[in-house]
């Protein structure tokens, strides 16, 4: 039942009919009935009579009024995504971490923006979460660093780095293009069971180039312009441990000084929310 719901809002402005649950769930025609039905029965699914498709009903706004009350600074976070959004030009998101997954739980801001939509998950593992892993315990951040695609002490001494720059500035940079992001979220998605050998030799080799490749630029190119996909910094909850990130996306080239001006104000940002 979840799984429609996530499906139906994720679909934006596409609306979806019967048969497009039915495939992209791959569930029984009767068990998508059934859950359908339900779903539009308690109001929070409506069946538009023309159309035959299917769009959230009135049921959630409920739901997400107790949601906005139970969850205080993921509301708060939202808005703030909205003010930078507004102020830098940009689009702005909200990661949350679930155990070992990203969630992101808003997207907000027209014009271009990265792949995903709230709801989607990414693996919590290098070279993704670098702002949650940064502020993490020195176990957690070993941790972070084992579910890299390939293991290595050279690796291992980058991502240290990595994340140690990442503490002292405030703010994590990904030095990447929006394809570079989408393809590095694909290969992350792709289950290694069942592959043949060489195709998983293949991912996992994609994976370790990705792995590094949106860290940070080449010493010599530090001083132009780079492409940039994401600038993320932590929000803390009162324990002092990362509750979310607030992340802006430029998804253009910038330099190290505009990286810097626009990181700054997603920290202050997050400060604020910290503070709260």
């Known amino acids: 039942m979840l799984d429609v719901i ?3 809002a994720s679909a934006g402005d596409a609306r979806l009919r019967f048969s497009d649950v039915v495939s992209a769930l791959d569930l029984t025609q009767a068990t998508a009935h059934a859950i359908l039905k339900t779903l539009c029965d308690r109001g929070w699914l409506i069946r538009d009579p023309a159309t035959l498709t299917f769009v ?3 049921g959630l706004a409920v739901v997400a009024a107790r949601t906005e009350a139970a969850r205080p600074l993921a509301h708060a976070a939202r808005i703030a995504a909205q003010e930078l959004s507004q102020q830098l030009g940009h689009a702005a ?7 070992d997954e990203l969630v992101i739980t808003a997207f907000e801001g027209a014009g ?5 939509t709230p709801g989607d998950r990414i693996r919590y593992a ?3 979460g670098v702002a949650f892993a940064a502020w993490d ?3 957690e951040q070993r941790a972070w660093i084992g579910r890299a695609p390939t293991a290595g002490e050279a690796l291992t001494e980058r991502l240290v780095e990595v994340l140690a720059q990442t503490r002292a500035r405030g703010f994590d940079v990904d030095w990447t293009t929006p394809e570079l992001t989408r393809a590095a979220q694909m290969v992350g998605s792709l289950s290694s069971d069942g592959l043949p050998d060489h195709v998983r030799g293949i991912t996992d080799q994609l994976l370790a180039e990705f792995t590094t490749i949106g860290l940070a630029p ?3 190119a530090v001083g132009k312009s780079q492409p940039v996909a994401t600038i993320a910094a932590p929000v803390f909850d009162p324990q002092g441990r990362v509750a979310l990130i607030l992340c802006v996306h430029p998804l253009r080239p910038m330099t190290a000084r505009q990286v810097d001006t626009a ?4 920290r202050r940002a997050a400060d604020r929310l910290s503070r709260r």
């Open 6 to 8: 996530e499906l139906v």
């Open 112 to 116: 271009p923006r990265p792949s995903g």
């Open 126 to 128: 290098p070279p993704f």
């Open 56 to 58: 959230l009903g009135p």
């Open 263 to 266: 990181g700054q104000r997603v």
């Open 93 to 99: 998101s909200v990661l949350e971490r679930v155990a």
């Open 137 to 139: 315990s020195a176990a």
């Open 218 to 220: 080449a010493g010599d």
